[in-house]
Antibody, heavy 126, light 113 residues
Framework: QVQLQESGPGLVKPSQTLSLTCTVSGGSISSGGYYWSWIRQHPGKGLEWIGYIYYSGSTYYNPSLKSRVTISVDTSKNQFSLKLSSVTAADTAVYYC??????????????????WGQGTLVTVSS | DIVMTQSPDSLAVSLGERATINCKSSQSVLYSSNDKNYLAWYQQKPGQPPKLLIYWASIRESGVPDRFSGSGSGTDFTLTISSLQTEDVAVYYCQQYYSTPGTFGQGTKLGFK
């Protein structure tokens, strides 16, 4: 059974770059058919999709974050990563990695998310 | 972006009673070419990540108890828990994957009466 685990600093200074890694176990990212995603949840609030990457390296980002987001994949380590630049306090959130099922080829949107990592709280503060 | 609005924001139901959560999208998430509704439901318990319950609006994920069911089409959807159990206390979210970016509802907090 596939499991995901986020890792990275829990505290980032304003204007710096947030960097997180998601390690996938129980299955190979390279097997294809899934879209490896990042989603965040602001404290006490709802969920926001950040973007996804396919094992081939193709990516798709939420337009609201696109200018600051980079998602990359390392198939040799079975990991994918998130970088979010120029962070502010508004980027304080729990960051989840998740596996997305299905992708609409016309609209580019991916489907439902399962499973999810446990999540990691990233606080932006000086 | 498609806006997903859930109602109510919170709900209290007695043990063993039916719970109904609604989700309305700002535009249809039904794709006419395949007659599928691009909608999923999740359950989130405190300190845990969301757990997938339903996709394609009504397909129950493997392992999800059959007291959970999803219905609706177009812009109006419902998650029903037929007989509330103690372990069902959680926040529930709907999510559309019809158009990018995929968006979630604000959540409905379900508790005991």
């Amino acid at each position: 059974q596939v499991q995901l685990q986020e890792s990275g600093p829990g505290l980032v200074k304003p204007s710096q770059t947030l960097s997180l890694t998601c390690t996938v176990s129980g299955g190979s990212i390279s097997s294809g058919g899934y879209y490896w995603s990042w989603i965040r949840q602001h404290p006490g609030k709802g969920l926001e999709w950040i973007g996804y990457i396919y094992y081939s390296g193709s990516t798709y980002y939420n337009p609201s974050l696109k200018s600051r987001v980079t998602i990359s994949v390392d198939t040799s380590k079975n990991q994918f990563s998130l970088k979010l630049s120029s962070v502010t306090a508004a980027d304080t959130a729990v960051y989840y990695c998740a596996r997305a099922h299905y992708r609409d080829m016309v609209r580019g949107v991916v489907g439902w998310f399962d499973p999810w990592g446990q999540g990691t709280l990233v606080t932006v503060s000086s | 972006d498609i806006v997903m609005t859930q109602s109510p924001d919170s709900l209290a139901v007695s043990l063993g009673e039916r719970a109904t959560i609604n989700c309305k999208s700002s535009q249809s998430v039904l794709y006419s070419s395949n007659d599928k509704n691009y909608l999923a439901w999740y359950q989130q318990k405190p300190g845990q990540p969301p757990k997938l319950l339903i996709y394609w609006a009504s397909i129950r994920e493997s392992g999800v108890p059959d007291r959970f069911s999803g219905s609706g089409s177009g812009t109006d959807f419902t998650l029903t828990i037929s007989s509330l159990q103690t372990e069902d206390v959680a926040v529930y979210y709907c999510q559309q994957y019809y158009s990018t970016p995929g968006t979630f509802g604000q959540g409905t907090k379900l508790g005991f009466k």
